[in-house]
């Protein structure tokens, strides 16, 4: 299939896209990498009058320190999480999620904050911001605001974003060195979408958890973080009955969709799986 | 004057030896000619609504707002196309009591399948026809869907084709007799029902085609992505009432086929009728979503079958049930019942016994056509053989080698005859296990499997012989009534400058026929291979041939570049001859040169005899008349099918936890009889062993019970993709056929034919000792989790 007609416009700076969108009367999108918006265009499940190419906005890209905080400028690319210093030292749980991320072709273009705006639930990056407690930076028609993750993501594929509005960065708490953190996800094949997914990020004293944000995706209409097993681990130091309790309050953590290849209860289960095998490696020193 | 075809070391010994395909750098340098990337002048796209309905009736079509639009040039209906293209059937006379509806380009009233085209619009660009798409009405009135192979054969059952007494496509039944008597008194019986996914050929190019009707000249010329041009110029000839020889098909290179390529589409022949009625080139190129509900699909077959042994593991009888179903039509023009048919003559095929039973049922049902597609059937016979089998040797207390060591057809007896009616004339199971076991150091594996065990490491570790059926006759299609050639056609011609053309029926689909040919050409005539050109695939200017399908390529088609160019070499020597005054006899040709047979000694460049022959013939004696064009053909004659054998193994690991497979190591031992270019058939077998492999664990076409494929996307539906592949680890055994002087079989089957097979009996094998069996391809992490019972 082919994509229907389209306007083209290409902003150098935030006003200019934010007035671009507001113009064409909200029936417009922002253009990152187009390795999601492309394929929906192709397949008109979208078909905008304008595309309005964010790409060349000085003010979205880099990674820098603020504070104690990591800046992610929107438009970093998955194979920058890859490569950046930055994120190795400060971020090392989105550098251990970026391999997972697609395959090298689609991490070259596709961007860091047009995954977060997307907010597939089956995507890595989305659920590491929650595990990261990062605060995600917006600018809109009104003006520029931050918003904790944990109330960024709202439904399947809807977030906390108002039309016309774009995400400028992401911010991270900076990595600390009584901090331990792991990620892996359960995929058929390398790139694909996981059947299950989770990352996480603890501080401790010494042995003993004193927080610990878990977040998995691929088990629902948002990535989601796991209170309840959380709440298992917090202020004990990992053992295996620590983690079988984790384990066991992921029955009311997660309530997996119905779906022809993976039913809900096998979903549950591979989420077990997976967060035993992670808080096994956390226990390690992962 | 021919010397021997194996011997390596003698001058422009090709046969046997791995050079280069010289097409290989054209096409990593881009310059390949597919026809997607075509474009004639005055060119318009054709786009297809499609039917969101798996069975309906077409009320009312309103096409109205669309043929308005700004660039579309033609929008046509059913009817539209009914007016100028005449109806076909997928049924062959060979398949007695078969029968399927006639089918059009587009229906007229009803639609039959989720994604059958319904109607056509020509535009200016591939994006103005499919906006033109959105504006077309359609009103549909539900029928009752038949989605289910149980439910399709229940009595008062909704019918696909309403006035047809059943949904019942075909039924063909085996019997050597005696099998109820065997299996009532033998000591081990096993029995299991197989069920085998549907899935589709996903070639890394869709199907595409380029229609070019020129009205003044009242010729049509189709440019086509497709394996078999002389078919396809048969079919639109009758169909649209040209004059065969103003239909020209041009099949130049092309993205992958499998066999997908060769049936006949509704949107292909759409396609021809539009550039008839427009008078202009039209393209369609298929998207990948339109391939998954369009392109053929393939396997689909529930099988029940059972296994008598004897006390002491020999196989007395077999006894099979193998239910199909194929879509809403069979497909045409090759029918879609060879699957089955050749599933139930395949079963048993590399085993001594004598008393076998098969019953083949196939279904209509309303969902895309199923048809042939790389290894037809093969890998449905393999994997319930080959799991009977390995259930048997658990049954008896045997090895999985030493049950099939015990039970294959020794290499010394042949020939022999299937207790199916296949007849062999020489395989070499014996030598293939015995070269399999040491390749895979068997011993080994199996120490390391028990070893890993104790530790919570499941291997599991699988083999699985076969049979594949190559080089057809016309008892494959011919007999049935249908126009494809089972013989092929060369031209082969000395140039002026002493080079060689050969213009040949086999076609080149990437997997290397116009290297083979060319090393045959230059091997038999005694040239450097790269003067030797090999012209296919263009109706126009190559004879008429079989084409590619069902492993032919080297042994027919090979065969016929052979004999067609000892004939040129004849007459070269005979001009040479003259020139010379020796006797032809004498003389030989080797790196271009004419030299003495006996000394080897440089008498004359060929290049000297073209250039007398055709411009200084007044110097050759009178009434010479040089020929240095021959063109000849071969059919296959002798048996009727050159069966080919082997043996895969494959190593793996079972992730017990999460259902996950992971293939650590395959092996194949084969037998293709001579080999050509090694190099080549190895990456056949690689290739198709990957395709064996992505059947196993990860492709399948699914369906919602309203007959809606749900996972028609490269992003849902699974592909192998070199992460998930184990290195594949290769050996021949070489038993030419004795039919043809080349004596070369097939072997782009062999690969798929046992790799799902192996991967079955592996993965058995590694859950055996929890009790967990599956029966069940693709092996998926469901039904692992399901049978440990861990959700
Ligand atoms: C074959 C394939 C496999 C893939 N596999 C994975 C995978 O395994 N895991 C995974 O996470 N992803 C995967 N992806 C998706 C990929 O990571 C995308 O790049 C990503 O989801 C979107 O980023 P983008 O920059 O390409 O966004 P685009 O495609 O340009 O845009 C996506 C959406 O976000 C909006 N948008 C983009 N940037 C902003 C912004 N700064 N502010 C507000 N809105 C914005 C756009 O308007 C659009 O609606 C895959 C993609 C492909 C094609």
Redesign the pocket.
């Known amino acids: 299939m082919k994509a229907r007609a389209f306007s083209y416009f290409r902003a150098d700076t935030i006003d200019q896209a934010l007035d671009a969108h507001a113009r064409a009367g909200d029936d417009a999108?922002?253009?990152?990498?187009?390795?999601?918006?492309?394929?929906a265009l192709s397949l008109r499940l979208q078909a905008p009058r304008l595309l309005i190419d964010?790409t060349h906005i000085a003010e979205?890209r880099g990674v820098c320190r603020e504070g104690d905080t990591l800046r992610i400028g929107?438009l970093t690319r998955?194979c920058e999480m890859l490569t950046e210093p930055l994120i190795a030292a400060f971020a090392p749980l989105l550098r251990a999620a970026a391999p997972?991320?697609?395959?090298p072709a689609?991490r070259n273009?596709?961007?860091f904050?047009?995954?977060v705006?997307?907010a597939?639930p089956?995507?890595?990056?989305p659920a590491m911001t929650l595990a990261l407690d990062a605060e995600i930076e917006i600018a809109g028609p009104s003006g520029s605001r931050r918003l904790k993750a944990d109330d960024f993501f709202i439904d399947l594929f809807e977030t906390a974003?108002q039309p016309g509005?774009?995400?400028t960065a992401v911010h991270v708490p900076l990595f600390r060195s009584n901090q331990r953190f792991a990620f892996d996800e359960l995929a058929r094949r390398r790139?694909?979408?996981a059947l299950v997914g989770c990352g996480m990020l603890a501080t401790q004293t010494g042995d003993r958890i004193d927080d610990i944000r878990i977040s998995f995706f691929s088990v629902g209409n948002t990535p989601t973080r796991v209170k309840g097993a959380e709440t298992a681990l917090t202020g004990f130091s990992l053992d295996a009955a620590r983690i079988a309790a984790a384990q066991a309050a992921l029955d009311n953590d997660l309530a997996p969709p119905e779906s022809d290849e993976v039913p809900p209860m096998m979903r549950l289960h591979l989420a077990r799986v997976l967060l035993g095998r992670l808080l096994g490696r956390l226990g390690e020193g992962a | 004057m021919s010397a021997p075809l194996t011997s390596l070391d003698r001058p422009n010994s090709y046969i046997g030896r791995s050079v280069p395909r010289p097409n290989a750098k054209r096409l990593l340098a881009g310059r390949g000619r597919y026809v997607s990337d075509l474009r004639l002048p005055r060119m318009l796209h054709a786009a297809f609504l499609r039917s969101p309905h798996a069975h309906a009736k077409i009320v009312s079509i309103n096409t109205e707002q669309a043929r308005v639009l700004e660039g579309v040039h033609l929008v046509a209906t059913g009817a539209d196309l009914a007016k100028i293209c005449t109806p076909w059937t997928g049924t062959l006379d060979h398949f007695k009591g078969m029968t399927s509806a006639p089918q059009l380009p587009l229906p007229l009233d009803r639609v039959v399948w989720a994604g059958q085209a319904v109607v056509a619009v020509v535009a200016e660009s591939r994006s103005i026809a499919e906006d033109a798409l959105e504006l077309i009405e359609i009103d549909y009135e539900d029928l009752p869907v038949v989605v289910d192979i149980d439910s399709a054969r229940e009595v008062g059952t909704p019918l696909v084709n309403p006035g047809s007494a059943s949904n019942v496509c075909f039924r063909s039944q085996l019997d050597s007799g005696g099998v109820d008597d065997v299996f009532a008194t033998a000591a081990h019986v096993v029995e299991e029902e197989f069920s085998f996914g549907r899935h589709t050929a996903v070639t890394l190019e869709p199907r595409a085609i380029v229609a070019d009707y020129d009205p003044g000249a009242e010729m049509l010329t189709v440019h086509h992505g497709t394996q078999t041009p002389y078919q396809f110029q048969d079919l639109y000839s009758r169909h649209y009432g040209i004059p065969e020889a103003r239909v020209r098909v041009i099949a130049t290179d092309i993205g992958g086929s499998f066999g997908m390529k060769l049936h006949v589409y509704h949107e292909d022949m759409a396609v021809v009728g539009l550039s008839i009625l427009i008078g202009r080139p039209v393209k369609y190129v298929a998207d990948r979503i339109e391939s998954f509900v369009s392109d053929i699909h393939a396997r689909d077959h529930r099988v029940r079958a059972r296994i008598a042994l004897d006390a002491k593991g020999e196989i007395l009888a077999m006894d099979v049930h193998d239910l199909t179903a194929i879509g809403a039509f069979s497909t045409y023009p090759r029918t879609s019942v060879v699957e089955g048919n050749q599933v139930i003559r395949l079963i048993g095929a590399p085993y001594c016994f004598r008393n076998y039973r098969a019953l083949l049922e196939v279904i209509f049902q309303n969902k895309v056509q199923t048809s042939q597609y790389r290894a037809v059937g093969h890998p449905v016979a393999c994997a319930v053989t080959e799991r009977l089998v390995d259930m048997a040797a658990a049954k008896v207390g045997l090895d999985p080698f030493a049950i099939r060591a015990q039970n294959v057809i020794a290499d010394d007896a042949y020939p022999q005859t299937s207790p199916t009616g296949y007849r062999f004339e020489a395989l070499s199971h014996q030598e293939c296990l015995k070269r399999l076991h040491a390749m895979m150091d068997y011993d080994a594996l199996r120490a390391e499997q028990s070893d890993l065990r104790k530790r919570g490491v499941y291997r599991g570790i699988g083999i699985a012989t076969f049979v594949e059926i190559t080089n057809p006759s016309p008892a494959f299609y011919g007999v049935g009534g249908a126009r494809i050639s089972s013989q092929d056609g060369a031209i082969v011609g000395l140039t002026p400058s002493g080079e060689v053309r050969c213009l040949i029926s086999v076609t080149e689909q990437g997997q290397g026929t116009e290297a083979i040919i060319s090393q045959i050409v230059a091997d038999q005539l005694g040239l450097a291979q790269e003067h030797v050109k090999v012209i296919t695939g263009d109706t126009e200017v190559t004879p008429h041939g079989g084409a590619t399908w069902a492993c032919r390529g080297a042994g027919i088609g090979g065969e016929t570049a052979l004999q067609a160019t000892r004939v040129l070499k004849r007459n070269i020597l005979e001009i040479a001859a003259l020139i010379l005054q020796e006797q032809p006899a004498a003389l030989d040709i080797i790196d271009g040169e004419v030299v003495d047979a006996a000394t080897r000694q440089q008498r004359l460049p060929i290049s000297e005899i073209a250039r007398i022959a055709y411009f200084r013939s007044d110097t050759l004696p009178p009434d010479t008349q040089a020929q240095l064009t021959v063109s000849h053909h071969f059919a296959p004659q002798g048996y009727p099918f050159a069966f080919t054998n082997g043996i895969q193994g494959c190593s793996l690991e079972v992730d017990v936890d999460t259902g996950f497979v992971k293939l650590l190591k395959h092996f194949v031992v084969e037998d293709c009889g001579r080999i050509i270019n090694p190099m080549l058939v190895d990456e056949q077998l690689r290739g198709g062993v990957v395709q064996g492999l992505g059947a196993a664990l990860f492709e399948e076409c699914r369906y919602s019970d309203t007959g809606q494929l749900i996972n028609g996307s490269l992003?849902d539906y699974l592909v192998p993709m070199a992460m998930e592949m184990p290195d594949i680890v290769i050996a021949h055994v070489e038993t030419p056929t004795a039919d043809t002087a080349l004596g070369a079989k097939g072997c782009g089957e062999a690969g798929t034919a046992a790799a799902s097979a192996c991967v079955l009996n592996a993965v058995n094998d590694a859950l055996a000792q929890f009790g967990a069996t599956i029966n069940s391809i693709p092996i998926t992490p469901a039904k692992i989790l399901k049978a440990l019972k861990r959700f």
């Open positions: 999108r922002f253009i990152a990498g187009g390795q999601s918006l492309v394929p964010i979205l929107a998955h997972f991320v697609a395959h689609i273009r596709g961007t904050g047009g995954s705006a997307l597939d089956a995507s890595e990056f974003l509005e774009l995400i790139g694909d979408y | 992003a």
